[in-house]
């Protein structure tokens, strides 16, 4: 792991945003639990998501579906045969390595060196299957084998009929999902980049034959533009066309937003053309027609399929990553701060009396009852000023106000800018809108 990206998963840990899962036993490798401050983000995150694709859209509808679906659902859509990764095993280290990710693995006895630097003795790559399969009801037999979903769009395709009847939609319009998703992964790692389980926020959109190019196009636009909206920053994040060696199965084409993590670039979306390959399988599969009627055509036509596909955690540790800055103070300590976006910022408002007596605890809670009616605050009178501001800096704060000796006087607070550290008074009547234009006008 780089310095950085390990001083970025120490902050995590120390302000609550993320913990190792199962830490007092000795932690289940691969799996981790969000704290305080990262249960916020995270759904914040997913709210963001859920609001520009479905709520402030007309032709994009919701759905929960389950986590334990039926094997034909798997089956069918090529996953139980084909959703594998090729794996090599060392015979001098007992080491067992993905074969197309090498360069990221460390050999068990050269601890420092990757299997492509070791010299160690390898076998042929075997193909190995990233499924979690589990058994449903008391009966301990192959019929009842569930898989817990490795993608939540199975769900979507599933329901594409039941949705149709019933949501009033037509053809072109979306579907769109967050939820969890399990991958038996054989390599992990980067933190909450490639866990075993995970959470993916994935539309599946439904277009007509033909026009599929089109929407492909129109949908890695506003993906990318969703990312530039929430202040990650031009520099670290791009479209990455796929070449056609890297297709899935089911894709024509593929669009991978990549961003600029600290050990490279890597991906944190697909937006993927999967045809018409998914319901065109179920239809054969369940027997049951998953066409649309093509008024003009006076046909029915199996719909072809755009979907923007994002996990939760990887968006939430690309914003932390662009979000984190050290940033040294003329004593020479380090200030680290998190540049969140003002509308992720788990804490919005710091609110603090500068000392515990002369009647400012009292108007810095009358503040805060005040403040909290609007945005996300926090209210904490113990330790030092500096110390105060210091640890919002590190969840992401953007604004401070304190109470101090001339509020008694003035009426007014002094409120502190987290990105440009100014410190400016406002009077207390009209702190609340200040906070909001500055809100608004929030750039990076
Ligand atoms: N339905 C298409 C699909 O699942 P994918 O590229 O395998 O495509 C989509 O996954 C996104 O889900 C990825 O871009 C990534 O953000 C996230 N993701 C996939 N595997 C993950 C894992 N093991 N841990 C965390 N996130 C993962």
Redo the contacts with the bound molecule.
């Keep these: 792991m780089s310095d950085i990206m390990e001083r970025v998963v120490a902050l995590t840990k120390r302000r609550g945003f993320i913990y190792p899962g199962s830490e007092i036993y000795g932690g289940l490798q691969a799996t981790y639990d969000y704290g305080p401050m990262g249960v916020e983000l995270k759904r914040l995150i997913k709210d963001d998501w859920w609001r520009d694709m479905v709520r402030d859209r007309e032709n994009v509808v919701g759905l929960d579906a389950s986590i334990l679906m039926a094997a034909k659902v798997w089956e069918v859509s090529g996953h139980v045969g084909g959703f594998n990764d090729p794996m090599i095993d060392c015979k001098t280290c007992q080491g067992r390595f993905r074969a197309d990710k090498l360069e990221q693995s460390k050999c068990l006895k050269k601890k420092k060196l990757s299997p492509l630097e070791c010299g160690g003795d390898f076998t042929e790559p075997r193909q190995f299957n990233l499924m979690f399969s589990t058994k449903a009801g008391p009966v301990d037999d192959d019929a009842a084998t569930v898989y817990l979903r490795?993608?939540?769009?199975q769900g979507i395709f599933v329901n594409f009929k039941n949705v149709m009847d019933t949501a009033r939609v037509k053809i072109p319009f979306g579907i769109a999902q967050v939820g969890k998703?399990f991958?038996n992964?054989i390599v992990?790692g980067g933190q909450?980049?490639?866990?075993?389980e995970?959470e993916?926020m994935?539309m599946e959109f439904f277009c007509a034959p033909g026009s599929d190019e089109e929407w492909h196009e129109y949908w890695k636009a506003e993906r990318l533009r969703w990312w530039r909206d929430l202040g990650v920053r031009a520099e670290n994040i791009r479209m990455r066309e796929h070449t056609p060696d890297e297709l899935?199965h089911y894709a024509r084409g593929c669009g991978?937003i990549e961003y600029k993590y600290p050990w490279g670039w890597d991906?944190?979306?697909?937006v993927?053309n999967r045809t018409d390959y998914d319901l065109g399988k179920h239809q054969e599969g369940s027997g049951k027609g998953l066409a649309y009627r093509d008024d003009e055509k006076k046909e029915w036509v199996v719909p072809y399929v755009i979907?923007p596909?994002?996990?939760v955690?990887?968006?939430f540790l690309t914003i932390l990553c662009d979000a984190y800055e050290e940033h040294e103070k003329p004593n020479g300590e380090t200030r680290t701060v998190l540049h969140l976006h003002p509308r992720l910022a788990p804490v919005q408002v710091g609110v603090f009396p500068l000392v515990k007596k002369d009647g400012m605890p009292e108007k810095a809670e009358a503040l805060y009852a005040e403040l909290k009616k609007r945005f996300r605050c926090l209210y904490d009178k113990a330790g030092s000023i500096g110390k105060r501001y210091a640890r919002l800096d590190e969840i992401g704060t953007p604004y401070c106000c304190t109470i101090d000796g001339d509020t008694a006087t003035d009426g007014a607070v002094t409120v502190r800018h987290r990105d440009s550290l100014d410190q400016e008074r406002v009077a207390l009547d009209q702190v609340a809108n200040y906070i909001a234009d500055k809100m608004a006008t929030w750039t990076r």
């Design positions: 490795p993608e939540t769009a998703a991958r992964e992990t909450i980049f490639r866990m075993r995970f993916q994935e899935a991978d991906e944190v979306e697909g993927a979907e596909s994002a996990g955690d990887r968006c």
